[in-house]
């Protein structure tokens, strides 16, 4: 990752090819969906410059005209995910439901792609045109609502954090990977028994007045996504 730490510029800084030279037969936009393609399919370490060329039926070596190398993909394909948002719409004036909306959106991309995370916690802050556009939106939906800048954008990152945990947990469940989506009958039978024991008098208040687990199913855990940011976020504005 040496190539990322002495790059002067980003790869959308210069433009998508030189000024000589013959006319480019690829662009970014189709490079980087066939790499979309292979991640959704394979995941993300199958995503290399070789297997996008094969992809293309091309050669490695002409990728390199339209992108500096594989962290430029990547980059790339980050910002294509945060471009499938619809930022279309007016700020409504609710700024929380605008928010909400907008988090949604962004936890249903993180479920499609779900390689998502893992790029991310490898490329660091690397905005690219479609994420800077939701930042502005996000920001244009903030107006209204109480709070300073800093809070603001401390509010739009907790949406990002909380959409990748709740996409996590949707493909691990998925993958059938989800300690939780194993026996839940079984895990909420022993919790109650070990509560029933009376060493844990709080545990026990709370499980019977709580009552037994219901499955959560993707309606479900986005109705719970949205009831913690509709709790988080006002008092982080607040």
Do not use: C
């Not at 903030?142 to 709070?147: K, M, Q, R």
């Not at 989506?181 to 709370?206: C, F, I, K």
């Amino acid at each position: 990752m040496a190539d990322r730490e002495t790059r002067p510029t980003t790869v959308w800084s210069r433009p998508e090819r030189g000024a000589r030279g013959p006319a480019p037969e690829r662009s970014r936009y189709e490079i980087t969906a066939v790499a979309l393609a292979l991640a959704d399919a394979e995941g993300l370490a199958a995503v290399s410059m070789r297997a996008v060329a094969q992809r293309l039926g091309t050669g490695p070596a002409s990728l390199y005209r339209y992108v500096g190398s594989r962290d430029e993909l990547l980059d790339l394909m980050a910002d294509a995910v945060a471009g499938e948002l619809d930022l279309s719409a007016a700020p409504s004036g609710d700024w929380l439901g605008d928010l909400v909306g907008l988090a949604l959106q962004s936890k249903a991309a993180h479920t499609r792609h779900p390689w998502l995370p893992e790029l991310n916690d490898r490329r660091g802050e690397v905005l690219g045109p479609h994420a800077i556009d939701y930042l502005d939106h996000a920001l244009a939906v903030l107006a209204p609502a109480p709070g300073t800048s800093r809070q603001k954008l401390e509010a739009i990152g907790l949406l990002g954090g909380l959409a990748t945990l709740f996409a996590r947990r949707e493909a691990m469940a998925a993958a059938g990977e989800d300690p939780r989506a194993g026996d839940p009958p079984a895990q909420a039978a022993h919790l109650a028994a070990v509560a029933a024991e009376g060493r844990h008098p709080h545990l026990l208040a709370a499980l019977t007045t709580a009552g037994p687990p219901r499955p959560a199913g993707p309606a479900e855990r986005d109705a719970l996504f949205e009831r913690l940011l509709r709790r988080l976020l006002p008092a982080m504005l607040g």
